[in-house]
């Protein structure tokens, strides 16, 4: 079966620092990884994305990196603020369907 | 655009009774998919609709059932409610992207059904 997990369930970070989330997959077959965002009260929101034929993508203020050799992907926040405290999910896609891990959460301390 | 819409948002239950969720989805999505997240579990999928069939469908008993309309609206239904039903129910939009990266679906969530059974 699909197995999508994450290192560390809580992570705490000072504001500024940079943020490093981890997230390992088990099906080789996945061929697209998503990175989401979920604020207490809210859906998951859509950060950022990586098609397995890359292994680094940047948007703002992120990096997600996949390696595939390992089955691995990390999101990195770079200078985190307190408005990016939430839960962060990764997900994978195998044939048509989308599988997620259970999140990490992440606490900026001011 | 309007992003997605879920109602009722917060539910209360009892157990046997049945339950039906409803979901727009942005304008011109024509995909949806139904997601039921608890703390221990995270995400795991329901099903999916696409132009009023479903296309897949997740793990879930035979109690989870849903549908779709000709304006893509959906509604999922569970019958005879568990306590384990107690879960945050999300819906997802979706429509195919393509780019330089080639082509691939973006979900957009919805804030979600917060279900208790009690």
């Known amino acids: 079966g699909e197995s999508v997990g994450l290192h560390l369930p809580t992570l705490s970070v000072q504001e500024g620092d940079n943020s490093i989330i981890n997230c390992a997959y088990s099906n080789s077959a996945s061929d697209y990884f998503i990175w989401y965002k979920q604020e207490s009260g809210k859906g998951p929101q859509f950060i950022i994305d990586i098609r397995s034929n890359m292994d680094k993508r940047q948007g703002q203020r992120v990096t997600v990196l996949l390696n595939k050799t390992v089955k691995h992907l990390s999101l990195q926040i770079a200078a985190t603020q307190p408005g990016d405290s939430a839960v962060y999910f990764c997900?994978?896609?195998?044939?048509?369907?989308?599988?997620f891990g259970t999140g990490t959460s992440l606490t900026v301390i001011p | 655009k309007a992003g997605v819409t879920q109602t009722p948002r917060y539910l209360i239950k009892t157990r046997g009774q049945q339950v039906t969720l409803s979901c727009s989805p942005i304008s011109g999505h024509r995909s949806v998919s139904w997601y039921q997240q608890t703390p221990g579990q995270g995400l795991q999928f329901l099903f999916e609709y696409f132009s009023e069939t479903q296309r897949n469908k997740g793990n879930f008993p035979g109690r989870f059932s849903g549908r779709q309309f000709s304006n893509s609206r959906s509604e999922m239904n569970v019958s005879t409610l568990e306590l384990g039903d107690s879960a945050l129910y999300l819906c997802?939009?979706?429509?195919?992207?393509?780019?330089?990266?080639?082509?691939?679906?973006?979900?957009?969530f919805g804030p979600g059904t917060r279900l208790t059974v009690l």
């Open positions: 997802a939009s979706s429509a195919p992207v393509t780019s330089g990266r080639g082509s691939y679906n973006e979900q957009f």
């Open positions: 997900a994978e896609r195998a044939g048509n369907q989308f599988y």
